[in-house]
């Protein structure tokens, strides 16, 4: 897309990439739960989605239920776990409650999808490296949310809770950002390239911050306003 393959003149591309902050809290009660009778993620409890520094944190995120069948449970509850700790969060499936953590993590600069100088895939081109980094408001934040829905369970009679570890990827934004200037980001109001012209970007690339919430039907709402403003353009012969 651009000269240096992930390079503009500002040098913003790949830049400030964000996946959300994550984690999962899984509970344990004395009677059968079923929660594979339900959808994947049927609940949402906003109460924590709110700016609120007090906490310790800035911004906000949402305890979203999970519904896992045994096979997603055994993959989702501790990658890469083994042995009587695993197999005794396995046994307790029938009985098992979850929920998972989505917040939003600070945007870093250090945070970003490069070209590795050193490996190339089977066409001879650099892969993708992707770095990221939690800041200490995610970390911060990641703890407060672990504790709340441990609450959030122990309140409604739960025996037992059991956290799980964020996995490596959730949902990619950022590295493509939305900016008035050229020197602070890649694309304009609209998504419009600033340094390739009639390039439009309308994925998750272009925010610039992630907010808490899941990031489709943002990417929806922009896609339809660029998809209006480029007829439009179009109309005028601007594009």
């Known amino acids: 897309l651009f000269p240096d393959g992930l390079a503009?003149?500002?040098?913003?591309?790949?830049?400030?990439?964000?996946?959300?902050?994550?984690?999962?809290?899984?509970?344990?009660?004395?009677?059968p739960v079923r929660m594979y009778r339900g959808e994947t993620m049927?609940?949402?409890?906003?109460?924590?989605?709110?700016?609120?520094?007090?906490?310790?944190?800035?911004?906000?995120y949402y305890i979203q239920t999970i519904s896992l069948g045994p096979a997603f449970m055994a993959s989702f509850v501790e990658p890469g776990a083994w042995g009587p700790d695993f197999t005794r969060l396995l046994d307790a499936y029938e009985n098992t409650a979850g929920c998972w953590l989505v917040g939003e993590d600070m945007p870093q600069e250090s945070n970003a999808v490069t070209l590795d100088s050193t490996v190339t895939d089977q066409h001879g081109l650099p892969v993708a490296h992707v770095r990221f980094d939690d800041h200490a408001n995610d970390l911060a934040m990641r703890e407060h949310a672990y504790t709340q829905a441990q609450k959030l369970y122990t309140a409604v009679g739960a025996v037992s809770t059991h956290r799980t570890t964020?996995?490596?990827?959730?949902?990619?934004l950022g590295t493509c950002r939305m900016s008035e200037r050229p020197e602070d980001g890649v694309v304009d109001r609209w998504g419009r390239a600033h340094d390739v012209p009639n390039l439009f970007i309308s994925d998750g690339s272009q925010f610039t911050t992630g907010a808490a919430a899941n990031p489709t039907l943002t990417?929806?709402?922009l896609a339809i306003r660029q998809a209006e403003h480029?007829?439009?353009?179009?109309?005028?012969?601007e594009v």
Do not use: C, W
Request: aromatic share 8%; glycine share 14%.
């Open 219 to 221: 990417i929806v709402a």
């Open 8 to 31: 503009n003149s500002s040098g913003q591309v790949g830049r400030n990439y964000m996946r959300h902050m994550t984690g999962s809290v899984y509970a344990q009660f004395d009677k």
């Open 42 to 60: 049927a609940g949402n409890i906003s109460d924590e989605s709110v700016h609120d520094p007090t906490r310790g944190f800035a911004g906000g």
């Open 166 to 172: 964020p996995y490596p990827s959730t949902h990619n």
């Open 230 to 237: 480029i007829a439009d353009a179009l109309k005028k012969g």
